[in-house]
T-cell receptor
Framework: GQQVMQIPQYQHVQEGEDFTTYCNSSTTLSNIQWYKQRPGGHPVFLIQLVKSGEVKKQKRLTFQFGEAKKNSSLHITATQTTDVGTYFCAVDSNYQLIWGAGTKLIIKP | EAGVAQSPRYKIIEKRQSVAFWCNPISGHATLYWYQQILGQGPKLLIQFQNNGVVDDSQLPKDRFSAERLKGVDSTLKIQPAKLEDSAVYLC???????????FGQGTRLTVV
């Protein structure tokens, strides 16, 4: 069945540094969704990408969908403490939403 | 707009006991999901409803888990009997359209001792 690989599992950054997480699929995706889950919280929908090569921005967050629609990335510029949490991608496959394992963003003290 | 409501927020039970969780989705959302999230892992879909019909329950341990959404609105998820490995957060989510943006409730943290 469809699997989605999300890397890295963890990323430690200094506040102010950038952060990127990637989702990769072996098959072409119809769309991809990104969610953020704060520690102790529930997943919160961030965005959905549908078009090949699509780039969307939300303030310091930049989301990209690959030209082949097999991969996607979320990039955060100049991280802040409010960005701490786990970022998940989720892909649409065979009437299911398949979730990546998540990338945990940790801000070094 | 009211969000997804779940209750209870926390539950502690002994193994072999039964437990039930309740979810009220966002008004008008036809699709309702129950997820299990074990600490440090991503959400795992247990069951998906479209209105009051089951779309996908392939990962629901049917020998002990059951779920219903009788009137196509709120839903209950039951575990009977509970095992230690059922300790997790149970998340309910709803979406306006199937497999599109899902909005989650706060979850129920279940501890089985």
């Amino acid at each position: 069945g469809q699997q989605v690989m999300q890397i890295p599992q963890y990323q430690h950054v200094q506040e102010g540094e950038d952060f990127t997480t990637y989702c990769n699929s072996s098959t072409t995706l119809s769309n991809i969704q990104w969610y953020k889950q704060r520690p102790g919280g529930h997943p919160v929908f961030l965005i959905q990408l549908v078009k090949s090569g699509e780039v969307k921005k939300q303030k310091r967050l930049t989301f990209q969908f690959g030209e082949a629609k097999k991969n996607s990335s979320l990039h955060i510029t100049a991280t802040q403490t409010t960005d701490v949490g786990t970022y998940f991608c989720a892909v649409d496959s065979n009437y299911q939403l398949i979730w990546g394992a998540g990338t945990k963003l940790i801000i070094k003290p | 707009e009211a969000g997804v409501a779940q209750s209870p927020r926390y539950k502690i039970i002994e193994k072999r006991q039964s437990v039930a969780f309740w979810c009220n989705p966002i008004s008008g959302h036809a699709t309702l999901y129950w997820y299990q999230q074990i600490l440090g892992q991503g959400p795992k879909l247990l069951i998906q409803f479209q209105n009051n019909g089951v779309v996908d329950d392939s990962q629901l341990p049917k020998d002990r888990f059951s779920a219903e959404r009788l009137k196509g609105v709120d839903s209950t998820l039951k575990i009977q009997p509970a095992k230690l490995e059922d300790s997790a957060v149970y998340l309910c989510a709803s979406s306006l359209v199937e497999r599109r943006a899902a909005f989650f409730g706060q979850g129920t943290r279940l501890t089985v001792v």
